[in-house]
Structure formats: structure tokens, C-alpha cells
């Protein structure tokens, strides 16, 4: 099982990244996608989640700036960020769940300065 994120780096306040997850080893089409975010001294936090069926959630934070989506045919989950803030600064994990099967990527770096 793998969960290859990319995407991240720097960007300015206001500025747009899209991060991308590559999964393999597993049915990608039967599981849970999410995005979960880590900044430093935090403890991790859900960022989007989306369902099989492409039912998405935010966190409060994120909502109306983050945009989560799946690719069933790439077995690729993504993450749109716009109107990036300098809280938004965090590692950026995806994750993989099915019942009781959770998959994490490697994460991807994230960091919003200008």
C-alpha cells in the first residue's frame, strides 16, 4: 500500500496550491479519502474528507477555500487550496480508510509566507 502526496511548497498569502495523492495497493475506489493537515506544536487535524460516493466535508477553517475531489479512474484524491492564509502553514497528509483499514501518505509541506 502506498499514498504518494505532492503538490506542496511555498506560496504567498492569497496564492493557490493543488496537492495531489497517488494511491495504490488497495481498491482506491472503496475507501474514505481525506486530507489531514499537522502545523508545528499542533496536533493533527482533518482538512476534507470525501466518500466513495463524492460527498465531501470541511473543517470550518477551510470551507469555501478547499476544494477536495477524487479521480476513481487515476486512483488520485486532490486538494485545491485557494486564497491561501498563513495559517494554512502544515504538513499535508492524505488518508485512506475502510472500516477498520487506515492508510497515511508521507506528507507534503505546505508553507504560506510572503
Known amino acids: 500500500v502506498q499514498l504518494q502526496a505532492s503538490g506542496g511548497g511555498l506560496v504567498q498569502p492569497g496564492g493557490s496550491l493543488r496537492l495531489s495523492c497517488l494511491a495504490s495497493?488497495?481498491?482506491?475506489?472503496?475507501?474514505?479519502m481525506s486530507w489531514y493537515r499537522q502545523a508545528p506544536g499542533k496536533q493533527r487535524e482533518l482538512a476534507a474528507r470525501i466518500t466513495i460516493s463524492g460527498y465531501t466535508n470541511y473543517a470550518d477553517s477551510v470551507k469555501g477555500r478547499f476544494t477536495i475531489s477524487r479521480d476513481n479512474a487515476k486512483n488520485t484524491v486532490y486538494l485545491q487550496m485557494n486564497s491561501l492564509k498563513h495559517e494554512d502553514t502544515a504538513v499535508y497528509y492524505c488518508n485512506a480508510v475502510y472500516g477498520s483499514n487506515s492508510f497515511w501518505g508521507q506528507g507534503t509541506q505546505v508553507t504560506v509566507s510572503s
Open positions: 495497493g488497495f481498491t482506491f475506489s472503496t475507501y474514505f
